[in-house]
């Protein structure tokens, strides 16, 4: 069975920043394009980044370019998200996601930049 669990978000300050973790399990990481969406309240879910299956390649949204990078651990296998100089307008609910065979979500965690 296949899971995605996300954890690290929280209240941050502006021009603070989080690390957002997704624990993977039941898959294998090379067969899955791994990415972060976020759903702000109101609008709809948009990708901030992705790793292609071999873990290069990164891509990021405009939004966030130059502010959130994302990584990978295959020994946890565990997908991570930095985020710097977070700015309010980042606050949403972010979601870990699998693209390969199937698609798989994670739960999500929320992000709120306020002062």
């Known amino acids: 069975q296949v899971h995605l669990v996300e954890s690290g978000g929280g209240l941050v300050q502006p021009e603070g920043s989080l690390r957002l973790s997704c624990a993977v399990s039941g898959l294998t990481l090379n067969d899955y394009i791994l990415g972060w969406h976020r759903q702000a309240p109101g609008k709809e879910r948009e990708l901030v980044a992705s790793?292609?299956?071999?873990?290069?390649?990164?891509f990021y949204s405009d939004s966030v370019k130059g502010r959130f990078t994302i990584s990978r651990d295959d020994d946890s296998k565990t997908v991570y998200l930095q985020m710097n100089n977070l700015k309010p307008e980042d606050t949403a609910v972010y979601y870990c996601?699998?693209?390969?065979?199937?698609?798989?979500w994670g739960q999500g965690t929320q992000v709120t930049v306020a002062s």
């Open positions: 996601k699998a693209t390969g065979w199937s698609v798989y």
């Open positions: 790793l292609s299956k071999s873990g290069k390649s990164p």
